[in-house]
């Protein structure tokens, strides 16, 4: 009897974890948002962090935005190719990162190199007793810290997700218009046809948006919660790519269920 | 036998030494403690514990690694509620302070973190011009002025540019004295100032620290287990060890003192009251237990 009843308690401990996990996730972000007032208040800090956060991970965007749009361009290139449709590879190109590569991918790379960096920071903060200090000279450091850091991630993330689009729309007409030799105004022209700003851009901004908060939040609170020491750091890191990771997965089926579904 | 703090206690030493009564808390005082127990959960690192620290004081708090006088400094700043008794600065309670009145509190004092808690993303200067920006509208001017000459004070003013990366651990601490001080506070809480400082370096901050305690009549309370320097510009001198306050008075008092507990501590002896092992707890047996049990 002992083993059932070991299972269960552990299963029931287990629940109560994630539970109260999900309690202390959403009364962060209430107090975050709670403290929003320095964002107006001191807009530098929050442009510093725009800076820290979008300006060194843009590298990196940029660079995965042409690749994915070279491969973008040559798998829709040889699928269209086979219905004589390769006139419409620019719209394909267009909407597949609007509406869906852009915001993913751009969060996926944002979640391993602006969120681990995050996290990373917050922790090692902690562990140097940074935020006590902060919090023994009557400044808070949720209010301080982490709030301008919370709104620079909000603010990067679609920015991010637009250079990834646009880099990709660039790759792509290397790749089809360029190499292959795809009709140069049919590309363009189909695009401007097919691209809807509202049903296509604004969603995909939306999802860029909802994607930045999720991954900078995730980030931050995994900093926040870290044990204060190496290791602690270190698995917080982990867990800020992992579990952001899924829930920028997870979310973009529901977003986009929600947006294009009928 | 009841002792009024704060009053001079040279004079013929007593055996047992004079151990602090009851502190009322007053506006008067910048900090006291009445009866005070701490721990973290159900361990209790320190009862027992009165002590009063007043104006223009300079209050040395000295006891052993790990006899409790770093959480002693974290419940004066309100970082740990007091299990019994009560932990008093500038007349308020700490324990029935709301958020808002610790805060204000918290203006008033001044801390330096026994590792210097620098902030990594700021350069020296910013360091310490950190509490003028959060908590004063003073033009950039001021600012400048201001930090450059409590930089200059600790012997880093051409420093100022570097950062925190780039100086010494000992550098580093006196930044951190630079900033614990930039805005004058009432009460000013030293951990470890002396730790890890050349001997002119802590020859200059011992003697800063009792300048800054003469000249803006701030308390002093100098957690440390240097005698030297903290015996040469303390007013009062309490010793903690084994969970409790050991002796309390001058260091004149506590130099003369014969009980075995302060000579050891004082002169470093090695055989005495004060244990170098560490104490032995149920936990640790039933870790060697398990390990011994493993073995077989």
Known sequence: ?262 | MAVAFGANLCGPVQFPLPMPDHIPSSPDLALSLDGVALGYGDFTVLQDIDMAVRPGQVVAVMGGSGSGKTTLLRAATGQLQALRGRVCAFGTDLGQVDGAGLQALRKRMGVLFQQGALFTDLNVFENVAFPLREHTRLPESEVTARVLDKLDAVGLRAAAHLRVAEISGGMARRVALARAVVLEPELILYDEPFAGLDPISMGITARLIRDLADRLHCASVLITHDVQESFAIADQVYLVGQGRLVAAGTPRTLSDSQDPYVKQFLRGEPDGPVAFQYPDTPAFQAWLAQQEGRKR
């Open chain 1, 1 to 262: 009897m002992t083993g059932p009843v070991q299972t269960l308690s552990a299963l029931g401990r287990w629940v109560r974890t994630q539970v109260s996990g999900v309690g202390f996730f959403t009364r962060f972000l209430g107090a975050l948002l709670a403290r929003s007032g320095i964002a107006a208040s001191r807009p530098r800090l929050v442009s510093q962090q725009v800076h820290f956060i979008g300006n060194y991970s843009l590298l990196i965007i940029i660079v995965s935005g042409m690749f994915v749009g070279f491969v973008l361009g040559l798998q829709g290139y040889y699928t269209l190719n086979r219905y004589g449709s390769e006139e419409a590879l620019g719209l394909l190109v267009a909407l597949s990162l609007v509406r869906e590569l852009g915001p993913v991918v751009t969060a996926l790379l944002f979640a391993g190199r602006a969120g681990t960096s995050l996290t990373a920071e917050i922790g090692l903060m902690k562990a140097g007793e940074q935020l006590a200090a902060m919090e023994v000279m009557a400044v808070d450091p949720m209010r301080r810290v982490l709030v301008p850091r919370f709104w620079g991630g909000i603010i990067a993330m679609p920015v991010l997700a637009a250079v990834f689009s646009m880099v990709g729309i660039l790759g792509g007409w290397v790749v089809g218009v360029l190499l292959i030799g795809v009709d140069a105004g049919a590309f363009w022209s189909q695009m401007q046809n097919g691209v809807d700003v509202w049903d296509d851009v604004a969603n995909g901004v939306l999802k860029s948006l909802v994607f930045g908060v999720t991954v900078t939040l995730v980030a931050l609170y995994e900093g926040w919660q870290a044990r204060p020491t190496p290791e602690g750091v270190a698995r917080a890191t982990t867990r800020t790519v992992v579990v952001g990771s899924l829930a920028v997965l997870g979310l973009d089926f529901l977003l986009t269920a929600l947006m294009f579904g009928n």
